[in-house]
């Protein structure tokens, strides 16, 4: 009782600090974002832009698909370039040129040596001077600036409309022709580009680093690496060892359990079976549709990578352009993963009470409709949103917000925190009579009551930005629903409901159990909240972001240096009993956890965590890479196996097709692990050495991207993708065909 307490007290001091430290940081981004001047004028007066376009600009981007066509200091798609990379690597390759030209009659990559690096301080001297006047909110430009300004809103007009001259780059680029429709919208959306171009290379005030800390990579504009990104990632790797081997220490000193007597028979035959436990089934049909859907998405967003204005010589592109497709393909992921294990806790709450609450199947059946809802409406109003069918007020309500993850519009996000409070309170009821008896299990309850209400309010971080809200402030509450909710509260929520499921198997002892997720949670979250931070890094943040990111992203995966025990245990406790032989395939689908734990949230994860790293390779094909193998490998491959271990219970007497769900198990790993190294990594690779020797600029341009070996890499993946795919198939024929014996069985026993 004396360690639980002290578990207990560590378990509230992590999250107190953690979160105080957060919101003082988020306090200090509110004050040093980026400024949006009231306008941009020229030295002679001329004004450039207002603040209303730049803002309306913001919108419009988001309209289009956002970070989803391309990305903006690094956050978003990958097919399209960086338009804060491009922007200003055109802006200066245009005012150097414009200098050579006068100075020297000649263009600039035709100067020698000196005459270019004189050049480029003059240009350096022009861009990097912070010319923002606080008192009068308004920003002043050279002359030459507006030229640059006049060219480059000529050319992304050229591309963003119909101009022939781009169709190649459009194909490139997966852009659809008029993805823009009107002149004035498209001024607005490069007053937009031009602010978020501004802020990377513009100094902040008494500082000799941008806003951006010098992101993206640009030697023509003296955008190199600082020595606080070598500092810091240096002491986030000293941290990581260290803590690694106090880690190792305490886990060596504590030994193994203490052995007990496992059951003779499987201890949930006897489970009462409430009404709604019954109604999880239908939750598990979706889950598997949307996972088709899911993978079918998937396939056509990666395809638009060598074919961007169609599918194998079909023009899709003008009804379901890359945006829409992409969008869907990563929303889809949250969707059907949440589900999953939505419907784990809707199975495990009443099973513990052995009885149904009032209006409990009531709770279910609309929550499971408001679901639905939610899922078809928010993904046609990104449709309609995209395809520019919607004002830029309605957009943000019903359309597209144009954030990776929280693209869904303003009502649906509403909608959805709703629907979580509600399945809050379908949890919450089943239990509270357990709780009352102050059973053996209250702590562990008490825990999986924590991340149940941790999932249901964490997402209202997404109600924190507003339609016009500064791009640096948005990102900051991005980010607490990516990284907080997604793999925050949602990775406790697991190890919560994993534990609890080994108890009721008599696998694990309660006590045991209790002890081992309160360290696991305090472990992960010592970490895993200021880890937010490394996501900051280059967005408009203040220097100590950066400084706090290193360190305790670091400390993200020192716990998952020892997640080999934990796949060894669960293996171990897959050949304990003879029974257990039926729950052989759930636990292999932990292991599976625990091995993608380590490989994809753990090592290809951290090498692009550290300062130095990410400020050459943010925005590159190691972000997939690390988001695949992360969130499929573990949050997917977790609701599958919580998904097997509910369907094992509700359908006791049927025996299972082990063939089918070898093949499913297998595929969907192998598949996986090919998608990664034979396409994800080499073109990660080959990106990161081009963004060193070039800048990021270079690294995702359709010039390196379209090479003929890089497309090679592209369709490489194909062969990860069908072996994936038949994984995907075979998961959703297993859970049907289990429906349908059910139904036979039944019909027979009448």
Same mark, same amino acid.
């Given at each position: 009782?004396?360690?639980?307490?002290k578990l207990?007290?560590?378990?509230?001091?992590v999250?107190?600090?953690?979160?105080?430290?957060?919101?003082?940081?988020?306090?200090?981004?509110y004050?040093?974002?980026p400024?949006?001047?009231?306008?941009i004028?020229?030295?002679s007066g001329?004004?450039?832009?207002?603040?209303?376009?730049?803002?309306?600009?913001?919108?419009?981007?988001?309209?289009?698909?956002?970070q989803?066509v391309?990305?903006i200091w690094?956050?978003?798609?990958y097919v399209?370039?960086?338009?804060?990379?491009?922007w200003?690597?055109?802006?200066?390759?245009?005012?150097?040129?414009?200098?050579?030209?006068?100075?020297?009659g000649?263009e600039?990559?035709?100067l020698?040596?000196?005459?270019?690096?004189?050049?480029?301080?003059?240009?350096?001297?022009?861009?990097?001077?912070?010319r923002?006047?606080?008192?009068?909110?308004?920003?002043?430009?050279s002359?030459?600036?507006?030229?640059?300004?006049q060219y480059?809103?000529?050319y992304?007009?050229?591309?963003?409309?119909?101009?022939?001259?781009?169709?190649?780059l459009?194909n490139?680029?997966?852009?659809?022709k008029?993805?823009?429709?009107?002149e004035?919208?498209?001024?607005k959306?490069?007053?937009f580009?031009?602010?978020?171009?501004?802020?990377t290379v513009?100094?902040?005030?008494?500082?000799?680093i941008?806003?951006?800390?010098?992101?993206p990579?640009?030697?023509?504009?003296g955008?190199?690496?600082?020595k606080e990104?070598l500092?810091?990632?240096?002491v986030?790797i000293?941290?990581l060892?260290?803590s690694?081997?106090?880690?190792?220490?305490?886990?060596?000193?504590?030994?193994?359990?203490?052995?007990?007597?496992l059951?003779a028979?499987d201890p949930?035959?006897?489970?009462g079976?409430?009404p709604?436990?019954h109604?999880i089934k239908?939750? #598990? %049909?979706?889950?598997? +549709? !949307?996972?088709? /859907?899911?993978?079918? @998405?998937?396939?056509?967003?990666?395809?638009y990578?060598?074919?961007?204005?169609?599918?194998?010589?079909i023009?899709?592109?003008q009804?379901?352009?890359?945006?829409?497709?992409?969008?869907?393909?990563?929303?889809?992921?949250?969707?059907?993963?949440?589900t999953?294990w939505?419907a784990?806790?809707?199975?495990?709450?009443?099973?513990?009470s052995g009885?149904d609450?009032?209006?409990?199947?009531?709770?279910v059946?609309?929550?499971?409709?408001?679901?639905?809802?939610?899922?078809?409406?928010?993904?046609?109003?990104?449709?309609?949103?995209v395809?520019?069918?919607?004002n830029?007020?309605?957009?943000f309500?019903f359309?597209?917000?144009g954030?990776?993850y929280v693209?869904?519009?303003? #009502? %649906?996000?509403?909608? +959805? !925190?709703?629907g /979580?409070?509600?399945w @809050?309170?379908l949890?919450?009821?089943?239990?509270?009579p357990?709780l009352?008896?102050?059973?053996?299990e209250?702590?562990?309850?008490?825990?999986?009551?924590?991340?149940?209400t941790?999932?249901?309010m964490?997402?209202?971080?997404?109600l924190?930005?507003?339609?016009?809200?500064?791009l640096?402030?948005?990102e900051?509450w991005?980010?607490?629903v990516?990284?907080?909710w997604?793999?925050g509260?949602?990775?406790?929520?697991?190890?919560?409901?994993?534990?609890?499921?080994?108890v009721?198997?008599?696998?694990?002892k309660?006590?045991?159990?209790?002890?081992?997720?309160l360290?696991?949670?305090?472990?992960?979250?010592s970490?895993?909240i200021?880890?937010?931070?490394?996501?900051?890094? #280059?967005?408009?943040?203040p220097?100590?972001?950066?400084?706090?990111g290193?360190s305790?992203?670091?400390l993200?995966?020192?716990?998952?240096?020892?997640?080999?025990?934990?796949?060894?245990?669960?293996?171990?406790?897959?050949?304990s009993?003879?029974?257990?032989?039926?729950y052989?395939w759930?636990?292999y689908?932990?292991?599976?956890?625990?091995?993608?734990?380590?490989?994809?949230?753990?090592?290809?994860?951290?090498i692009?965590?550290p300062?130095?790293a990410?400020?050459?390779?943010?925005?590159?094909?190691?972000?997939?890479?690390?988001?695949?193998?992360?969130?499929?490998?573990?949050?997917?491959?977790?609701?599958?196996?919580?998904?097997?271990?509910v369907?094992?219970?509700?359908?006791r007497?049927i025996?299972?097709?082990?063939?089918?769900?070898?093949i499913?198990f297998?595929?969907?790993?192998?598949?996986?692990?090919?998608?990664?190294?034979?396409?994800?990594?080499?073109?990660?690779?080959?990106?990161?050495i081009?963004?060193?020797?070039?800048g990021?600029w270079?690294?995702?341009s359709?010039?390196?991207m379209?090479?003929?070996?890089?497309?090679?890499?592209k369709?490489?993946?194909?062969?990860?993708?069908s072996?994936?795919?038949?994984?995907?198939?075979?998961?959703?024929?297993?859970?049907?065909?289990l429906?349908?014996?059910?139904?036979?069985?039944?019909?027979?026993?009448n």
């Amino acid at each position: 009782m004396k360690r639980e307490k002290k578990l207990w007290i560590a378990f509230t001091l992590v999250m107190t600090v953690s979160f105080a430290v957060l919101g003082y940081y988020g306090y200090e981004i509110y004050q040093q974002a980026p400024p949006v001047p009231k306008q941009i004028i020229s030295d002679s007066g001329k004004v450039i832009f207002s603040e209303d376009e730049i803002k309306d600009g913001q919108n419009i981007w988001q309209s289009i698909g956002g970070q989803e066509v391309g990305s903006i200091w690094g956050h978003g798609a990958y097919v399209a370039p960086d338009w804060t990379a491009d922007w200003l690597h055109r802006e200066a390759v245009f005012i150097l040129n414009k200098y050579s030209k006068e100075d020297f009659g000649k263009e600039f990559n035709d100067l020698d040596e000196e005459k270019q690096a004189a050049l480029k301080i003059r240009l350096q001297k022009d861009v990097r001077t912070n010319r923002y006047d606080e008192k009068s909110q308004t920003l002043t430009i050279s002359e030459n600036r507006v030229e640059a300004i006049q060219y480059l809103s000529k050319y992304y007009e050229g591309l963003f409309t119909n101009d022939p001259k781009f169709d190649k780059l459009r194909n490139d680029y997966a852009i659809p022709k008029n993805s823009i429709k009107e002149e004035a919208r498209m001024h607005k959306m490069n007053a937009f580009f031009f602010w978020a171009t501004w802020a990377t290379v513009t100094q902040r005030p008494d500082s000799d680093i941008s806003y951006t800390h010098n992101w993206p990579s640009d030697d023509l504009v003296g955008n190199k690496a600082t020595k606080e990104l070598l500092a810091w990632s240096g002491v986030s790797i000293i941290l990581l060892i260290f803590s690694i081997g106090i880690l190792v220490f305490y886990h060596a000193k504590s030994g193994e359990d203490e052995e007990f007597l496992l059951p003779a028979k499987d201890p949930i035959i006897n489970q009462g079976m409430t009404p709604s436990m019954h109604l999880i089934k239908k939750y #598990f %049909w979706v889950v598997s +549709l !949307l996972m088709i /859907l899911q993978m079918a @998405l998937g396939i056509i967003t990666a395809h638009y990578g060598v074919e961007g204005n169609g599918l194998y010589g079909i023009p899709i592109d003008q009804i379901l352009p890359y945006a829409v497709t992409r969008t869907w393909h990563t929303q889809l992921a949250i969707f059907w993963i949440a589900t999953a294990w939505l419907a784990t806790g809707l199975y495990i709450a009443p099973a513990v009470s052995g009885k149904d609450p009032k209006f409990q199947c009531f709770g279910v059946n609309f929550l499971f409709i408001a679901l639905l809802i939610i899922v078809l409406g928010s993904m046609a109003g990104q449709w309609f949103g995209v395809m520019q069918k919607l004002n830029l007020v309605q957009n943000f309500w019903f359309g597209h917000q144009g954030y990776e993850y929280v693209d869904l519009g303003r #009502f %649906w996000q509403i909608f +959805l !925190l709703v629907g /979580l409070f509600l399945w @809050l309170a379908l949890m919450i009821r089943p239990l509270i009579p357990i709780l009352k008896k102050k059973t053996e299990e209250k702590n562990l309850i008490i825990l999986f009551l924590i991340s149940c209400t941790a999932i249901a309010m964490f997402y209202g971080a997404g109600l924190m930005w507003g339609r016009q809200t500064n791009l640096a402030i948005a990102e900051y509450w991005r980010w607490w629903v990516v990284h907080l909710w997604v793999e925050g509260f949602f990775e406790v929520f697991a190890t919560v409901v994993i534990a609890f499921l080994f108890v009721r198997l008599g696998l694990l002892k309660t006590k045991t159990a209790t002890l081992n997720v309160l360290f696991a949670t305090i472990i992960f979250m010592s970490g895993g909240i200021l880890g937010t931070f490394h996501h900051l890094y #280059f967005s408009g943040t203040p220097t100590a972001i950066m400084a706090l990111g290193a360190s305790f992203s670091a400390l993200e995966v020192v716990p998952l240096t020892l997640i080999g025990f934990e796949a060894y245990q669960n293996y171990k406790l897959s050949k304990s009993t003879q029974w257990i032989i039926d729950y052989k395939w759930p636990i292999y689908f932990m292991i599976a956890v625990a091995f993608w734990n380590f490989l994809g949230a753990g090592v290809f994860g951290f090498i692009i965590n550290p300062p130095i790293a990410l400020y050459y390779v943010q925005g590159l094909n190691t972000t997939p890479l690390h988001a695949h193998t992360a969130l499929f490998g573990v949050y997917g491959m977790l609701g599958i196996g919580l998904m097997l271990f509910v369907l094992r219970s509700l359908y006791r007497n049927i025996t299972w097709n082990e063939k089918l769900l070898k093949i499913t198990f297998w595929s969907l790993n192998i598949g996986l692990f090919l998608m990664a190294v034979l396409s994800l990594l080499p073109i990660g690779i080959w990106q990161a050495i081009e963004s060193i020797d070039h800048g990021m600029w270079y690294a995702r341009s359709s010039e390196l991207m379209q090479q003929p070996a890089m497309i090679i890499l592209k369709w490489m993946r194909a062969i990860g993708d069908s072996v994936f795919g038949t994984g995907i198939i075979t998961t959703a024929w297993f859970v049907f065909d289990l429906t349908l014996k059910n139904r036979k069985n039944n019909n027979n026993n009448n």
